[in-house]
């Protein structure tokens, strides 16, 4: 259980907030490389409650800047994307890839040097562009080169999941409760006669134990199964500080769990496929699309498949869940070792030092980073929705 003090310091995302400062010094993944276009340049993304625009030039630069002009507050969403940056289309303010005023038009004798909105440095890895909203660019750690992102031998797609009405807390700690999924899982599936072909069956077996472990990247988990199937299950780390890294059968995937505000988050899919599962992309295009809202006309989540059992829950505790009235038991003490590396890695920033979990600086160790995952042999359709995921992918 946390005070409401602490359950702020750990929730709150916004600029200034310890949290927020911490998530700032982390890539965070804004939309698909290929939604930029010569055609559509540019996209309005909200993260950690900052209004911005994500912008490609005619070259193939990206940029990532405040949405408003200092000006007279117009959009730069409606203004000219030039090779140098973006221009705003009210009165030609120009501002450059860093958020610095290169131009005013009709005020030349003015000074610009200071005149700056916020400018982020954009990589793309992966099919996906990630943004570093740290105060020191200089300072940043490198994109982490996960495996689903760079591997080569088997093709992707990405899946913008909806918009999920709660804080993003929420949303991970649920990567160290290995234990829901017997019953959020498998036992919703079993009494409500949910189709096999979900998975549910692999979940729903006598779970004997469980155990957590800091690693490098964060939380490992494992869990062993008894029943007619026993089996121990090694399942990737809780990557710190907001990512899922997860097998699905015979899909390799990754979530990246982006707090839009405080009350709203951003989850990013990106699928590894086995090969000959994807229709061929163009060049080195990765596919993607918006998966459906999934909202039943009584306006309630459906909850027939995993992804929809999951945000049920989660937006049902609450658009910042109150941690001071919760009753932990000894299955949370993952959660619990998560919120004490995040409340850690909260310190070492306000006093002026770097994070040290899931922090990626030497080169000769990000050329891929790999992770052994149990997809579940004695399952053949593979858990969870595979099935779903590979409809999807051939629409």
Known sequence: MLTAAQ????????????????????????????????QKPKKRIRIMGEDLVVFRTAAGAYGCIGERCLHRGASLYLGFVEPDGIRCCYHGWKYGFDGGCLERPFEQDSPKDHIRIPGYPVQECGGLLFAY?????????????????????????????????????????????????????????????????????????????????????????TLVYGGDRPEVEVRP??????????????????HFRVPIDDTHTRIIWIGLFPPGALPPAAGDTVTFEYAPNNVTPEGEIDMTNFYGQDRAVWEAQGAIFDRSNETLGKSDR???????????????????????????????????????????????????EVHHLLAAAKR
């Not at 996960?146 to 709660?166: A, E, N």
Request: aromatic share 10%; with cysteine; charged share 20%.
């Open 133 to 221: 909203m740290g105060p020191d660019p200089a300072r940043a750690p490198l994109l982490p080169r996960w495996d689903v992102l760079v591997r080569d031998d088997r093709p992707k797609k990405i899946i913008i999941f909806p918009v999920h009405d709660c804080n993003w807390l929420q949303v991970q700690e649920n990567t160290v409760d290995s234990v829901h999924t017997y019953y959020l899982h498998g036992h919703y599936s079993a009494v409500n006669d949910l189709p096999a072909v979900n998975g549910w069956a692999y979940f729903y077996r006598p779970i004997q134990s469980y155990d957590f472990a800091v690693c490098d990247w964060g939380i490992e988990k």
């Open 237 to 254: 780390p809780l990557i710190f500080p907001n990512i899922l890294r997860i097998p699905q059968g015979p899909v390799e995937c990754i």
């Open 7 to 38: 359950n702020e310091r750990l929730t709150r995302v916004g600029p200034g907030t310890p949290c927020g400062a911490l998530l700032r010094r982390y890539w965070q993944a804004l939309c698909p490389a290929a939604e930029l276009t010569a």
């Open 334 to 384: 993952g959660i619990a070792m998560f919120r004490r590396m995040l409340a850690e890695q909260i310190d070492r920033v306000e006093r002026g030092e770097d994070p040290t979990v899931a922090v990626v600086r030497d080169r000769a160790k990000n050329t891929m980073i790999e992770f052994a995952s149990h997809t579940q042999p004695w399952y053949p359709d593979g858990p969870g």
